[in-house]
């Protein structure tokens, strides 16, 4: 009988320690689809830190990549910040400053026309193999230049 036992134990013990390094070792499936969405959030937030942390007009063009897996990823701008998503996996970085997604026309701007823009204009839904337009530059608001930060297509 204590060998029956013993046996019994050995054998529950196996299938906790191979539960567990099974666990350890294999990866959900999403797993490596989120570290993509995160190196592109991760790249994106980059690129907007550095047109709020500068006064200065830049221009960045920027292709949506694939995953690694080959999995189409999709980025909704929104004034902000950007969700960024695939097929099994979603992250979402907020931005310091306002996203505009409007093209400007080059007439002088209020406040009031802005936030309306910004309302009429309130997403940019991109995908992989879009381009697109990131940038900063100097907008007349009420004969104050003021710098603000755009996202377009390209």
């Not at 050995?10 to 570290?35: F, N």
């Not at 998503?85 to 979402?92: N, Y």
């Amino acid at each position: 009988m204590d060998f029956v036992i013993s046996k019994a134990a050995l054998s529950i013990c196996a299938l906790l320690v191979a539960s567990v390094l099974g666990q350890t070792l294999s990866e959900p499936p999403t797993s490596s689809e989120l570290r993509g969405l995160e190196a592109v959030a991760d790249h994106i937030d980059d690129l907007l830190s550095v047109l709020a942390g500068v006064d200065c007009e830049i221009t960045h063009a920027y292709d949506v990549p694939s995953l690694s897996t080959g999995s189409t990823i999709t980025l909704i701008f929104r004034t902000g910040g950007v969700e960024i998503s695939s097929e099994d996996a979603q992250v979402t970085i907020s931005s310091r400053m306002r996203i505009h997604l409007w093209e400007w026309n080059g007439t002088e701007l209020n406040r009031s026309i802005i936030d309306g823009l910004d309302t009429n204009h309130d997403s940019l839904v991109v995908v992989t193999g879009d381009q697109l337009r990131i940038f900063a530059t100097h907008i007349p608001v009420q004969s104050v230049s003021m710098y603000m930060t755009f996202v377009r297509l390209a």
